[in-house]
């Protein structure tokens, strides 16, 4: 009998499904990926609807995910994945701040958050910390939550406005601040008028905004700063 080759011994490649709407970030993740000797990209998606099907067909052993997705968010996604695929990890790999979104996703389903500016230097260890079965955060975001949780008298030096947002007003208020109007907001988010109209109203209580001229404006603010607005 033949000895054993180490190429017969060597484990699988785990398997990673990449979901984002930008073609060119598709490609070069997944060249990041495919340069791993332990991983190898399965599959990529650029929507919701596309990626429950390849989740389904592909199996995946984790789940790479954009919140800004084209039709429905990327949060949505996480929820379903959560829901549909519960032992399939998902990992949220996005441009928005992790102030606001991180606890967000973690509280979906998520089993890490990485901002695409630490995208070189963190996704691959992100990648092999979720694999194991642990959560994924920065130190920033872990000190954050300590004293949070740990302290609730530090919850009012932590807490901001925007994140008083529901999840829902919380995608309303990005997408005013990239200049869409309600129609287009109600069209995008398959909702009715009156239904982002109303959403408008309890974002504009929540973060003490007088007209809709001024919600327009801290919202773009919001996004150009790529940060939580803080009044």
């Known amino acids: 009998m033949s000895a ?47 990626a429950l099907v390849a989740i389904r067909e592909q199996q995946p052993d984790l789940v790479i995910v954009d919140l800004s997705l084209g039709g429905r968010d990327g949060l949505d996604l996480v929820k379903d994945i959560k829901l549909r695929h519960p032992k399939v990890p998902a990992l949220v790999l996005t441009m928005h701040d992790e102030s606001v979104y991180a606890e967000r996703c973690l509280r979906a389903g998520a089993c890490g958050y990485v901002t695409k500016q630490q995208l ?11 694999l194991k079965g642990e959560i994924y955060i920065s130190d ?37 601040g990239e200049g869409r109007s309600t129609r287009q907001i109600a069209e995008h988010l398959s909702l009715s008028i009156k239904t982002i109209e109303t959403h408008r109203e309890h974002i504009k209580n929540k973060l003490n905004i007088d007209s809709s001229a001024m919600l327009a404006q801290q919202a773009v603010r919001w996004i150009e700063l790529g940060r939580i607005w803080t009044g």
């Open 4 to 50: 054993m080759t180490p190429e017969s011994v060597r484990p699988a490649k785990k398997t990673i499904l990449i979901v984002d709407d930008h073609h060119i970030l598709r490609r070069g993740l997944a060249a990041l990926i495919n340069f791993e000797s332990d991983l190898t990209v399965c599959g990529e998606a650029a929507n919701h609807a596309a």
């Open 120 to 130: 070189e230097e963190s996704v691959l260890s992100a990648i092999r910390c979720v």
């Open 140 to 176: 920033q975001l872990k000190g954050r939550l300590a004293a949070k949780y740990v302290d609730r008298r530090a919850q009012e030096l932590i807490d901001t406005p925007v994140e008083t947002l529901s999840n829902r007003e919380l995608q309303v208020f990005r997408l005013i």
